[in-house]
């Protein structure tokens, strides 16, 4: 069965450092999200893409996140510089839907844990 | 703004009767609903979802789910609990107009008791 990869599944870095985390969706998966779950409450979306293009970023904050997927396949989220509040599960999320607001589920990867020392 | 409540952070039920887990909802328009379930160390898992129709939606594993307009509530339900099916159970919801995002609730952690 085909599952979304992600890397690496734990991150432990200090405040002020650069991460990036990587994501490779289910093989024609054209809907790529990043989403952020701390601990205690659900995932709450980042960013989501249409093949290579960004169709909501609104809650990604940008002074410090980006994410790109340039081929349309897979993605890379970055944090430059990492802030303690930024300790969290970080999942990645891919769907077939090909249209904006699809009504396809998401199929999950395993999710990045990062620790924010 | 669209949003989901699940009440209860934590259900416990003994295993072999039936469980219930309650999640409400606020969006413009009509709703998609759905379930995930995501067990420790793994990514969530769709267990079903509710687009239009009959009001009963069957998922994976056993599950089911309920829609009422009237409360604007989804809650999942299964007759007979498994001690597998412990896990942390998340209701989402997204409008039916635009690109408009998923919203998951807090989640619930279900613990069935052998």
């Known amino acids: 069965e085909a599952e979304v990869a992600q890397s690496p599944r734990y991150k432990i870095t200090e405040k002020s450092q650069a991460v990036a985390f990587w994501c490779d969706p289910i093989?024609?998966?054209?809907?790529l999200y990043w989403y952020r779950q701390i601990l205690g409450q659900g995932p709450e979306l980042l960013v989501q893409?249409?093949?290579?293009?960004?169709?909501?970023d609104s809650q990604l904050p940008k002074d410090r996140f980006s994410a790109e997927r340039l081929k349309g396949v897979d993605s890379t989220l970055k944090i430059q510089p990492a802030e303690l509040g930024d300790s969290a599960m970080y999942l990645c999320?891919?769907?077939?839907?090909?249209?904006?607001?699809?009504?396809?589920?998401?199929?999950f990867g395993p999710g990045t844990r990062l620790t924010v020392l | 703004a669209q949003s989901v409540a699940q009440p209860e952070d934590q259900v416990n039920v003994a295993e072999g009767n039936p469980l219930t887990v309650k999640c409400t909802y606020s969006v413009s328009g009509n709703p998609y609903l759905f379930w995930y379930v995501q067990y420790p160390n793994r990514g969530l898992q769709f267990l079903l979802k509710y687009i239009t129709g009959d009001n009963l939606v069957k998922g994976s594993y056993g599950f089911e789910a309920e829609f009422n307009k009237s409360q604007t509530s989804f809650h999942l339900k299964k007759p007979s609990a498994l001690v597998s099916d412990s896990a942390l159970y998340f209701c989402?919801?997204?409008?039916?107009?635009?690109?408009?995002?998923?919203?998951f609730g807090k989640g619930t952690r279900l613990s069935v008791i052998a």
């Open positions: 093989s024609g998966h054209a809907t």
């Open positions: 893409f249409q093949d290579e293009s960004v169709v909501d």
């Open positions: 989402a919801v997204r409008g039916n107009s635009g690109n408009t995002p998923l919203v």
């Open positions: 999320a891919s769907s077939p839907t090909t249209l904006a607001g699809g009504l396809d589920e998401q199929f």
